[in-house]
T-cell receptor, first 109, second 113 residues
Framework: GQNIDQPTEMTATEGAIVQINCTYQ??????LFWYQQHAGEAPTFLSY??LDGLEEKGRFSSFLSRSKGYSYLLLKELQMKDSASYLC??????????WGAGTKLIIKP | IAGITQAPTSQILAAGRRMTLRCTQD?????MYWYRQDLGLGLRLIHY???????GKGEVPDGYSVSRANTDDFPLTLASAVPSQTSVYFC????????????FGPGTRLTVL
């Protein structure tokens, strides 16, 4: 079966750095996505990785290792507005997105 | 403002009733999707459409039907609602099936009693 694993919840301090991990087992691989979802709102796109390595976009970076079936999202200089759920999704061989359950990130002052 | 709209925002429905959730996008995207999101589970694909006039089944299609008469609209119908269909429903679109980014509508919160 296809499976995406990520921690259910994480807590971090404002101004700090946090890393959210995602491991996956899917039928084929055509890219990995990270989305942000604030409570009661729609998911919004953060990043896309299809090749191994680090993609940096401002305070957010995403890393991919295809051989290990592993990705992480790195958030720097945390702000209170970063409190949200972070969803990892893998596009499989049928170009269907398989979604993790999401990691709820709580930011404390 | 370009984007995706969904209606209604929320709905309480008696079991056995028929319900259509509406979704409209003005980005001229070819591909559209319907997902449901339940607590503790990832988004699950119900149905999708690669282009106007075509539809396909996702991971959890039973009890749902869709149509894609034109590029902009992608309604989701529950023929006879059951309590297990209580969920938050998101419509999404992308330029194409293999495009990088899916854009999501604001969601419909549906409660079936």
């Amino acid at each position: 079966g296809q499976n995406i694993d990520q921690p259910t919840e994480m807590t971090a301090t404002e101004g700090a750095i946090v890393q959210i991990n995602c491991t996956y087992q899917t039928s084929g691989f055509n890219g990995l996505f990270w989305y942000q979802q604030h409570a009661g709102e729609a998911p919004t796109f953060l990043s896309y990785n299809v090749l191994d390595g680090l993609e940096e976009k401002g305070r957010f970076s995403s890393f991919l290792s295809r051989s290990k079936g592993y990705s992480y999202l790195l958030l720097k200089e945390l702000q209170m507005k970063d409190s949200a759920s972070y969803l990892c999704a893998v596009r499989d061989s049928n170009y269907q997105l398989i979604w993790g359950a999401g990691t709820k990130l709580i930011i404390k002052p | 403002i370009a984007g995706i709209t969904q209606a209604p925002t929320s709905q309480i429905l008696a079991a056995g009733r028929r319900m259509t959730l509406r979704c409209t996008q003005d980005m001229r995207h070819n591909a559209m999707y319907w997902y449901r999101q339940d607590l503790g589970l990832g988004l699950r694909l119900i149905h999708y459409s690669n282009t106007a006039g075509t539809t396909g089944k996702g991971e959890v299609p039973d009890g749902y039907s869709v149509s894609r008469a034109n590029t902009d609209d992608f309604p989701l119908t529950l023929a006879s609602a059951v309590p297990s269909q209580t969920s938050v429903y998101f419509c999404a679109s992308s330029e194409g099936r293999g495009s990088d980014t899916q854009y999501f509508g604001p969601g419909t919160r549906l409660t079936v009693l």
